[in-house]
Every structure is written in C-alpha cells, then in structure tokens.
C-alpha cells in the first residue's frame, strides 16, 4: 500500500512534468533567463507580490485564529464561518468587486443608466453608426456633452486611489487568501495537548503562553499554510492581470500562449521552481528540530484569553471589519453587479454548474485516498515534501500539454476522450495540497495504535479502516474541503483539457466575464461561493459534534 | 458517518460516472468535434442550428476570452499525432496560417469557399475566411468632443489622451494580429516608434477588447483598440460610446479585417461529418445570421443579405496586407510588443 500511494502519486502528478520539463530542457534557455534584466525585475516583482501576500495573510490569520480559538469573544461560532467565505469567491471576481467599491466603475457601466440624450441620439443614429460611408456625418452631426466628465468617486472614498499597482495585488491577494492560515492555524490551536498549555498557564499569563508556547508549537502548520499561499498568489493570473501587474506567471503564459514556445515557458518558470523549494528548505531547517509533536485529549473549545468588555468589542471590532473588507463588500458588489439576473445566469451557465459540482465532489473525495495513505505512511520524511510539493511549481499549463502528451493515446482514449483526463488533472494539481492539509492531522497518529491493532491480528485495511481513519477524521473533512473549493474554482487546465461537450462553471464564468457580461458573471459567482458554503457548514457540524480520544502522546 | 448514507453517496456518484462517460463509452458515428475560437455566445446558436437541420450531434470545446484562440491551438498542436477534434473555428487567421505550417490541418476545398475572396482563404484549399470583424477605435461621447474623436490610429499618440488610451494584451488575440499587421505594412522600424509613442503616451494594456470596451464606457479611459462585435455590443447597449474605423481617409492605411477561418484537422475522426459542418459554416446562411447577430460580422461571400448597420468589404478601405504576410511578423512583432509595453 506505502509504494502504491506513493507511485499513483508519481504517475498523477509527476509523471507529465517530467515529460514536459525533460522533453524541452535547454541549458541556453535557462542561462539566458538569469541575464536578462527584464526577466531579473518580473522576478523581483513577483517574489514581492508572493512574500508581501504571505507576510499579510500570516497576520491576519494567525490573529484571528488565536482570537476565535482562545478568547471569549461573542460570537466565535458563526465568525469562524463568516470567516473564510472571502476564500471561497475566485480572486478575480474578488478583485473586479473592490475596484467597483472604490469607484472604478467600469465593471457597473453595463447597466448604469446611459446618458438619455445619448441614448436617444445613439437610437436614432443606430442604424447610420456602423455604415464607414455615413459616419463621419453622423458624428459630426451630433451634439453631445463637450466636457469630458470623469467618473464619480463614491462618497465614502475621499480621495482618488490609484489601485492598479503591485501593493493592491498584495491586499486583494490577502483578503482572498488569509483564510488559508486562519484554518490551518485554527485546526492546529485545537490540537495542541491541554496539558501543556495548563501547565505553562501555571506559570505564565495566557497572552505569554500563546506567545511562546502555543505559536511556536505550531510554527510548523503556520509555515506550510504560509508556503501555500505563496503558491497560490505567484500563480495567480487573474488579481495580476486586472491590476496591470506584469509577474513571471504571467511572463510564462504569454511565452507559453503568445508565443507557442514551450521550451521557454518552462525555462521561465524555473525562477519560482527555484524559489519554492528553498522556502520548503527553509520551512524544513525551522522545523525540523521540534522534539514533540502535540497529541490532543480532545477537542473542545477552549478559552484561555478573558477579556474586559473593551477588549472584546475591539477583537470583535476587528474580526468584522476583515469580514467586511474580505467577504461582505465583493458579495454586496456581486448581489448588486448580479442585477439578480439569477435564472438567466442558470440557463446560460446550469449545465456547466453541474459539470463542475459533479467533478469536484468526484475528485476531492478520490483525493483523499492516495492523500490518506502518502501522508500517514511518509510523515515526518523531509525528503518527500519536496516531492509531494513539486508539482505546483510548474505552470497549469504546462502540466496540461503535458497530461495530452501521456494520456492521448489509443490505450487511455476512453480517459482521454472522457471527462476523466480533466479529473485526473484536477488529482495532479491539488493532490499536493490535500497531502499537506492532512500531514499534520497524521502527524498526530501514535505509531503505537497501528501496533497495537496489528498485534491483535487485523490487517492494516482493518485498522486504517476501524482506527485511522476516524483518528484522522477532522483533518480528512479539511483536506476534502480544501480539494473540493480548489477543484471548483480550477480554470486553467480546463482550458487545456476539457472534453467536447463538457464545460466548467469557472470556465463559462471566465469567459462570460471577458464578454463584459458582468451581471451573468457576478450571478454565477454567488452561486459558487453558495456551492463551496455548504460543504463547509456541513463540515462544521459534523466536526463539533463528532468525539474522539487519542490514547498516548508520541514523541 | 452512516455506512448507508456512504453506500447511498457511492451509488449515486457511479450512476453519474456512468452518464457522463455515456458517450465515451458508446461513441456515436453520427457527431462531429469542433473546437471553437469564436465567442460562444455567437457561435453556439449556430452549432445548434447545424445540429437541428442535419442530424449530426455536435460537441464544442469553446476557448476562453482570455487566452482568445491560443489556448486551442495550443492544444490542437499538442494533439497532432491523435487529433480528437474534426473541425477548428477559428476567429482569426494569424494561428490558422500557424496550424498549418505545423501540420496539423488537412486540405478540403468546399463548396462555400468559392465566392470567398482569394485573400481570404488558402491557395490549397487548408482553410477558408468568412464572417469577419474589423478592428476599430472606440471612445466614449462624454469624455471626447466629437471635432475631436479620433479618425486614425495615430491620434492615439496625441498628448491630449495620455493615460486615458487602452488597449488589449498585445501579444494575444486580434490585438496581436493588429500588431503583427502594422510591422509587416509599415516596416519594423516605423512599426516600432509607432508602439513606443504609445508607451510614452501611457496606454494602457487591460486583458481583452471587453475590457477596453467596458473601461471606454464607464469613462476610466477615453479611447481605445477594439474590435467590431465588442464596440457594437456597447453601442447596442446604449453605452456613451461610438465607433470609427481608422484610417478610412484618402492616403489611409485603412482598417484591418479580420475573418473567422474554418478547417479540416489531419485525421479528423469525422471526416465526413466535419466537411458537411466546414461547408455549412462558410454558406450564405450561417454568414448572414453571423450578420444579423449582436457579433455584426461582415459578409465575406458575395450577395450575402446583411443589415444595413453592417458595412460590406467594398465600402471599408482596408489594410493592404497579405494574411501570410501578417502570420511571418507575428514573432517579432509579438516579442518587440512584449517588451515594451508588459513589463
């Protein structure tokens, strides 16, 4: 079973990179890529824009973490999931929804009342506009408005922002992406041993205790969530591209698409594959010396942080002004950009939503099989995290042309011809991080308790059955949750990969997106962010209603 | 969790497995593949209309706006040695001339490329134009005095609309072929201070013609590089905003066309399905409702009815270059654009 998981894995998720990357590796490419200034400044650009993101979304989540987890603020329940809906709506509809609030009101131009005496003359002219022979006399026939008007700043912003620069990338990166920490860092808190933190309240204040021992204790899950944010904010196409923000994933699509040279797209990505691994290097080097790893007595709430009344409202105060800024602001702007055009959006895009529905619960949950047994088999061996990380290094593109390469043959046709081969790039491309969603849940699993029940003569499918799996339960939900919102959200490889007659919902929201046809667009991403809110209650009830006790702490 | 609520999750999940794997599992003769380019919002009623008087089920892999065309091509060369689509649709030619030189097109001479003008399809029968649009500048009526609006692409570098000028990623889609166009008419040193003028009047490059279009209709910019279906959407709408095709004047270069393309892959699964859909895409038919859509496409055919807000090709004066011509500047045009104005 170890080298079963281990090689699904290599085929999935490995296999294609390795046929892309070594069927067009050129040391010139890559030389050439590290003299160039240009290519030096994009790369200097993204570092920014990835570290800059991870930097905000660490303080974010980790500060709300510790104050939902551990103080007594009203609330806590319902905030913990009002929390992370800012992670469930696709970043570039987030991006469209903060620049519509701060009055770049390009997005709401489709169904801002025209101009009347413009819309009259243009009804009268409509038929003489397009004809080349009679424009020039009709325009010169016109009279319209001679001064130019600007577009109106909305009155709660007081003075004109500029947003299209790398530090609002950054911010609207952040609001997407922070709920990454905060449920990691959640689930982590929760887990921790009550009979540490019990005994350091012994000794010290709670606000001391958080500090140096419950923070350091899970710098670990801190780091990792920390690693996939960077992943996904220099990957990221969509923020960069409505922000003018020219990064190397960008630079690499262009290559890839603009100028069908394959060969150097994957040359050009090697600057982020470089600089992935040295941050897992890192993680490794800062971790990798912790003598003990927590195991939970169980995991109930537990407030260890009073509060004056003061301080609650403050910590409240700033809990819902994140909420507002992340969450509640793009959703207002799609309720109104949406004009609540819902049935339409339905017969444009429904088909499409069950395509996607369909495939996400399909793939997150096959996930979590390999997931299950390549974390609990390989936790703890550093080596693999480079491995089991190393296929998000590479462009989504990259990774599809590469999975045609291996599956469109006469062998696979019926994967290839089907939407399996989409289902199994959607396996490649997140299958790492349901792994590393669920390492740390695994990481919790006493060797002893395998032992134990191999010794009374069960298989080890019984005890991964009866025993580990229900250990594991919290981070199973979790790294299903995670796979289940990434595989929603997926647009890339679709493109490369979808099948005739099989469409993506984020693929037709895309699409309709660049039409213009924002009111569709904004109707069919609250029908998302509904799709990936129920799994996640659902996941919230059986979590706090469900017990479970783990015998023995394991050095 | 309930081992019955587990086995209930199962069952369903294999029955939809099973429906959605339908038609792999028992492939029909009687369907065709088409990979499509054009937007689908206008392309797919056509499809279905094809679906409707034939018989022949058709299945559509549509691209995005974002990587407009590429995407496809990009996927269509990928599958050369076992090609899954019959047909491409393509909204441009640029990439049509590239799959061609790549091998991956399969020549057929069909009947509805006969009225087709000769600078409008390949000499071999490879691919065949029709529908197209033009490409045009746009602006808005309240931000522009009209003894002002712009009749050529060189206004655009007037100082008088820096920063307020946009344009679409240049290094994709149509932008790219306008880009290409300029280069192989003007030369590339011309072509050159042409685009750095540009720069240093601060265009600004958003991710498509929507884009521009919706950007020149809510003001935050005041011109911009469009093509026709985006700036007649606008217009349509009742948007403040108003078209002009450049450089219509006497000693113009005149407006680029740009026309849809339709080819045969090389070992098409369908051959005969995919040359009856190749035959009903370049009739009269399909380019008059093309014409009637919200898309206004030009009729390429002769005698095609079209309506009257839709100029013929004999009224517009249109750019003296050849397709192949435009298709052999692509590279450099691309790579020069790339540099300059993405950074």
């Not at chain 2, 004999?314 to 692509?330: F, G, I, P, T, W």
Request: glycine share 6%; proline share 5%.
């Amino acid at each position: 079973m170890k080298i079963l998981s281990i090689a699904s894995f290599l085929i999935l998720s490995v296999l294609p990179l390795a046929y892309m990357y070594g069927g067009h590796f050129n040391l010139d490419r890559y030389a050439w890529i590290f003299k160039d200034v240009r290519q030096q400044s994009i790369f200097e650009r993204t570092m920014y824009l990835g570290l800059g993101t991870v930097l905000l979304c660490i303080v974010l989540g980790v500060s709300v973490a510790v104050l939902l987890e551990y103080a007594d603020i009203p609330f806590r329940s319902y905030l913990k999931v009002l929390i992370i809906i800012s992670l469930l709506i696709p970043p570039y509809i987030s991006g469209i929804s903060f620049l519509t609030f701060i009055g770049k009101n390009w997005v709401s131009a489709e169904f801002r009342e025209p101009n009347p005496e413009v819309a009259s003359m243009v009804r009268r002219d409509r038929s003489a506009v397009l004809n080349a022979s009679s424009l020039q006399n009709s325009l010169m026939n016109r009279t319209v408005a001679s001064v130019p008007v600007t577009p109106k700043r909305p009155w709660y912003i007081p003075f004109d922002i500029d947003p299209y620069n790398i530090e609002w990338a950054i911010l609207i990166l952040s609001s997407c992406l922070f709920p990454i920490v905060f449920l990691l860092t959640s689930f982590a808190l929760r887990n921790i041993d009550s009979r540490m933190v019990d005994a350091a309240l012994l000794l010290q204040p709670p606000l001391k205790v958080i500090w140096k021992v419950n923070l350091p204790m899970i710098l670990p899950q801190i780091l990792v969530s920390g690693l996939v944010v960077f992943i996904f904010a220099v990957s990221e196409l969509g923020i960069p591209s409505i922000m003018r923000v020219n990064t190397l994933t960008m630079e690499v699509f262009n290559h890839f698409t603009g100028f069908f040279d394959t060969g150097q797209a994957l040359a050009l990505s090697f600057p982020l594959v470089a600089s992935i691994a040295l941050l897992i290097l890192a993680a490794q080097l800062l971790t990798g010396k912790k003598p003990f790893i927590s195991v939970p007595l169980h995991t109930k709430d537990r407030v260890i942080l009073k509060l004056s009344r003061a301080q609650k409202a403050l910590g409240l105060a700033y809990i819902l002004l994140i909420i507002f800024v992340s969450s509640v602001i793009p959703l207002i702007v799609l309720i109104i950009n949406s004009n609540y055009a819902f049935v339409e959006a339905l017969e444009k895009a429904g088909d499409s939503m069950l395509n996607s529905l369909f495939l996400s619960f399909l793939c997150s949950s096959v996930m979590l099989v390999p997931a299950f047994f390549i974390s609990y088999f390989y936790k703890g061996d550093k080596g693999m995290d480079y491995l089991i990380l190393s296929p998000l290094i590479a462009p989504s593109a990259a990774l599809g042309i590469g999975m045609i390469g291996i599956w469109n043959n006469d062998y696979t046709s019926i994967i290839y011809g089907s939407f399996l081969v989409l289902a199994f790039g959607y396996l490649a491309r997140f299958l790492p991080f349901t792994i590393k969603a669920l390492t740390p849940f695994m990481e919790q699993i006493p060797a002893s308790v395998e032992e134990s029940g191999r010794l009374a003569g069960a298989s080890f499918a019984k005890v991964a059955a009866d025993i580990l799996v229900p250990l594991a339960k919290p981070g199973l939900l979790i790294a299903w949750l995670i796979g289940f919102i990434l595989c929603m959200r997926e647009l890339d490889l679709s493109v490369m990969l979808t099948p005739p007659g099989f469409q993506t919902l984020p693929n037709r929201i895309f699409t309709l997106y660049h039409y213009g046809d924002i009111k569709t667009t904004s109707a069919l991403s609250l029908f998302l962010v509904a799709i990936v809110v129920i799994p996640y209650l659902a996941i919230i009830i059986v979590n706090n209603t469900s017990k479970w006790h783990i015998s023995n702490s394991r050095k | 969790m309930n081992k019955y609520f587990v086995g209930v999750l199962v069952i369903l999940f294999a029955l939809a497995t099973i429906y959605y794997l339908g038609d792999s599992l028992m492939p029909s003769e009687n369907e065709v593949i088409v990979y499509v380019s054009h937007d689908q919002d206008y392309s797919e009623p056509i499809l279905k209309d094809f679906e409707k008087d034939t018989g022949i089920k058709v299945k559509a892999v549509y691209d995005t706006e974002a990587t407009k065309t590429v995407g496809l091509v990009n996927r269509l060369i990928a599958e050369k040695n076992r090609p899954q689509a019959d047909v491409f649709w393509n909204n441009e030619l640029s990439r049509t001339i590239l799959l061609k030189e790549k091998g991956v097109l399969s020549p057929y001479k069909s009947s509805g490329a006969l009225d087709k003008p000769d600078s409008y399809k390949d000499p071999d029968g490879y691919w065949t134009g029709f529908a197209a649009r033009a490409r045009v500048m746009i602006y808005n009526t309240q931000s522009v005095k009209e003894t002002e609006a712009p009749k050529s692409i060189n206004d655009l570098l007037n100082p008088m609309w820096r920063g307020k000028v946009g344009i679409a990623n240049p290094a994709l889609g149509t932008t790219g072929d306008q880009v290409a166009a300029l280069f192989s008419l003007w030369g590339d040193d011309v072509a050159k201070r042409y685009f750095t003028g540009l720069k240093g009047n601060d265009v600004k490059v958003v991710e498509s013609n929507g884009m521009v279009k919706n950007q020149v209709a809510a003001g935050e910019l005041y011109m911009g590089l469009t093509d026709t279906d985006d700036a007649n959407d606008a217009i349509q709408g009742g948007k403040s905003v108003a078209m002009v095709y450049p450089d219509q004047r006497e000693g113009g270069i005149g407006t680029l066309l740009l026309p849809n393309s339709v080819m045969l892959i090389k070992g098409a699964p369908h051959q005969e399905n995919a040359k009856k859909l190749i035959d009903y895409l370049l009739s009269s038919t399909t380019e008059e409702k093309l014409s009637r859509s919200k898309a206004v496409q030009i009729p390429l055919g002769k005698g095609v009815p079209h309506p009257d807000n839709v100029p013929s090709i004999e009224s517009l004066k249109l750019m003296n270059v050849s397709q192949y011509d435009v298709y052999s500047s692509l590279n450099r045009s691309q790579e020069f654009i790339t540099q300059l104005l993405i950074n």
